[in-house]
């Protein structure tokens, strides 16, 4: 109801008032919810939200976008999480195909040596689709000193940090389900190329 001054950033002040011990905000779209989504878990509330980003880091980048210092982020931001679903293809039809090396995107070659794929085809039992279910693929970045210290240097080039701290990205639990023989390439490829 923006038209009768009660917009989002407004409701957001009047749940301030009423100190609550988690507040849930839908979903920060603008510089005026950030900045209120900030202060109320500067306060000490646990805010959780939903951003739009492609990745769990870059909600970061995001924040920084709509006007938040890094100093703020990197003293209140505790954990940041992406998912997506993919679809797995349908385990009656799906069809093993040989996979030349040139065909792995650049950055797993190194670790996983598949000569081999599955791709979907498409039978009466998923609809002539090819896929048959989906799977959640996620990140979840915990929010170290390590991390906070990149955040206050405005680095938003973490990878190496992730992989030193064991952290599995979208685009690598994509790919394992890919190496499992559970989802094609074509699936997980949008993931891909959004490190």
């Given at each position: 109801?923006?038209?009768?001054?009660?917009?989002?950033?407004?409701?957001?002040?009047?749940?301030?008032?009423?100190?609550?011990?988690?507040?849930?905000?839908?979903?920060i779209r603008d510089p005026e919810t950030a900045n209120m989504a900030i202060r109320?878990?500067?306060?000490?509330?646990?805010?959780?939200?939903?951003?739009?980003?492609?990745?769990?880091?870059?909600?970061?980048?995001?924040?920084?976008?709509?006007?938040?210092?890094?100093?703020?982020?990197a003293n209140m931001l505790n954990t940041t999480v992406a998912q997506r679903l993919?679809?797995?293809?349908?385990?009656?039809?799906?069809?093993?195909?040989?996979?030349?090396?040139?065909?792995?995107?650049?950055?797993?070659?190194?670790?996983?040596?598949?000569?081999?794929?599955?791709?979907?085809?498409?039978?009466?039992?998923?609809?002539?689709?090819?896929?048959?279910?989906?799977?959640?693929?996620?990140?979840?970045?915990?929010?170290?000193?390590?991390?906070?210290?990149?955040?206050?240097?405005?680095?938003?080039?973490?990878?190496?940090?992730?992989?030193?701290?064991?952290?599995?990205?979208?685009?690598?639990n994509a790919f394992a389900l890919f190496a499992q023989g559970l989802t094609s390439?074509?699936?997980?490829?949008?993931?891909?190329?959004?490190?």
């Open positions: 109801k923006e038209s009768i001054g009660l917009g989002f950033a407004a409701t957001l002040r009047t749940f301030l008032r009423q100190d609550p011990d988690v507040i849930m905000v839908g979903e109320a878990a500067l306060t000490g509330h646990l805010v959780l939200s939903t951003i739009h980003t492609n990745s769990a880091w870059g909600t970061v980048s995001r924040l920084m976008d709509m006007g938040i210092p890094g100093f703020l982020l993919i679809r797995l293809l349908c385990p009656f039809c799906k069809a093993e195909e040989e996979f030349g090396e040139e065909q792995y995107p650049r950055q797993f070659k190194a670790s996983i040596k598949l000569l081999r794929h599955f791709m979907a085809k498409g039978c009466a039992q998923c609809f002539y689709t090819g896929y048959k279910g989906r799977k959640a693929v996620y990140e979840v970045i915990p929010i170290d000193a390590d991390l906070a210290q990149e955040i206050r240097s405005g680095n938003m080039a973490i990878n190496n940090i992730l992989k030193e701290k064991n952290i599995n990205t979208l685009s690598g390439l074509e699936e997980i490829y949008p993931l891909l190329v959004t490190i």
